[in-house]
């Protein structure tokens, strides 16, 4: 069973996933990600895996209470420290996962927020150029990353297109869905003593220098 469970939010686009790889590398965490933990248990045929599967199969999200049982059930193997990326994502989640870790005696980590304003969000999006070559798909960005040639890409020559999924429009249909979610669980997490709130809003280095001070803060 882990020593400590940390929990890292953020919404789509904040840069949170690619935080949180480099975080379990820097500081030997062990990274539990919904996706990963429902591909292994569906591998695995474990009971709760071939529901989840069913469920999937149907088109369907998988709710919670099976989500919360995969999860528990990777806790219980856990010997490390572990940081949750994309868990919990529902207020019923985060409140399963408080009494699970209390009857287990086990203290909850740092709950990180990545905080991205919305604005700056829609404009990563936004300004995303994609290479319409799929064997390639490299991605680029109007203004962070231009490629040397307006609409063409860099690496195989092929023109650059902008998906429909990133129009301002598909952003802020997502993020009204989103949000729908995450405010309830951001409340739930905020006014707890571990809640700890990051600038996401600069290079990547930086506020992954931020997140290695906080966690290394209390070891
Ligand atoms: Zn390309």
Request: hydrophobic fraction near 10%.
């Given at each position: 069973m882990s020593a400590r469970t940390h929990i890292l939010l953020g919404a789509p686009g904040s840069g949170k996933g690619t935080q949180a790889k480099r975080l379990v590398d820097e500081l030997s965490l062990s990274h539990l990600s919904t996706g990963d933990i429902l591909r292994d248990a569906v591998s695995k045929g474990t009971e709760l895996g071939l529901r989840a599967k069913a469920i999937m199969a149907s088109g369907k999200l998988v709710d919670d209470d099976t989500v919360n049982g995969l999860v528990f059930a990777r806790l219980q193997d856990e010997t490390q420290d572990v940081l949750f990326d994309?868990?919990?994502?529902t207020l019923q989640q985060a409140e399963a996962l408080g009494n699970f870790l209390s009857s287990k005696g086990i203290g909850l980590g740092f709950v990180v927020n990545v905080d991205v304003p919305p604005e700056v969000l829609e404009a990563r999006v936004v300004g995303r150029r994609t290479c319409s070559n799929n064997a390639c798909g490299a991605i680029y960005h109007l203004e962070s990353k231009p490629p040397k040639?307006?609409?063409?890409?860099?690496?195989?020559?092929s023109p650059l297109k902008h998906r429909a999924d990133d129009t301002s429009e598909a952003f802020r249909s997502r993020m009204g869905e989103f949000n729908a979610t995450f405010q309830p669980l951001l409340a739930f997490y905020s006014g707890g003593p571990n809640y700890r709130r990051v600038?996401?809003?600069?290079?990547p280095d930086q506020v992954f220098g931020s997140l290695v001070q906080l966690f290394r803060e209390k070891a």
């Open positions: 994309g868990y919990p994502r040639t307006e609409g063409v890409c860099d690496l195989c020559g600038d996401g809003n600069r290079h």
